[in-house]
């Protein structure tokens, strides 16, 4: 029997950092999921029997992150009709420009989700994941509901005390 889960690949493991965000936002939410490291250049072939095996076994999202020039989740995107979302990594001298374009910028007919460059955009992964989610999991589009009513309510008693 599979059981649903999110996998969150990256280029390397120089990547988790960033990608700390993402798996934050997972926890939050009680999503199952798995990190590994998987690479669309050093590891091509082991990146897709993970995609193929994870695909088996209940995988309902990719979540893919890398730097520099950023093919990996355009390459998941290719090998499954699942969701696959892309988080540029910003590293290199180029501060993940290279990045954002490589992951956003596919061909017709095979798409990424793409989302903002570095921190924000893993934060945002793991948002955009259980909304995804959520569409057929209705606890957990009330998590995702109650989070953001909580996040409304928090920030708008910081505006209260900055008027005191
Ligand atoms: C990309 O190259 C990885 O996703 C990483 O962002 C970048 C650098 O990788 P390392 O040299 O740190 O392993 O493929």
């Not at 993970?50 to 989740?73: P, T, W």
């Not at 954002?100 to 955009?128: C, D, E, F, Q």
């Not at 589009?141 to 900055?162: Q, T």
């Amino acid at each position: 029997m599979s059981s649903t889960f999110v996998a969150i690949l990256m280029g390397s493991d120089s990547d988790l950092p960033v990608m700390q965000a993402t798996i934050s936002v997972l926890k939050t939410f009680g999503i199952e999921h798995e990190v590994r490291v998987r690479s669309a250049h050093r590891t091509p072939d082991a990146a897709k029997a993970y995609v193929k095996d994870a695909e088996e076994r209940g995988c309902k999202v990719f979540i893919c992150a890398a730097g520099l020039a950023a093919h990996l989740a355009g390459a998941v995107a290719g090998m499954t009709t699942r969701p696959v979302i892309g988080v540029p990594i910003d590293n290199g001298p180029l501060q993940g420009h290279d990045a954002l374009l490589s992951t956003v910028m596919m061909p017709g007919g095979i798409p990424v989700a793409t989302v903002a460059i570095g921190k924000a955009g893993a934060k945002n992964a793991g948002y955009l994941a259980a909304q995804i989610l959520g569409v057929a999991d209705q606890s957990i589009a009330e998590k995702v509901k109650a989070e953001r009513a909580a996040n409304v309510i928090a920030l708008l008693a910081k505006d209260e005390a900055m008027q005191a």
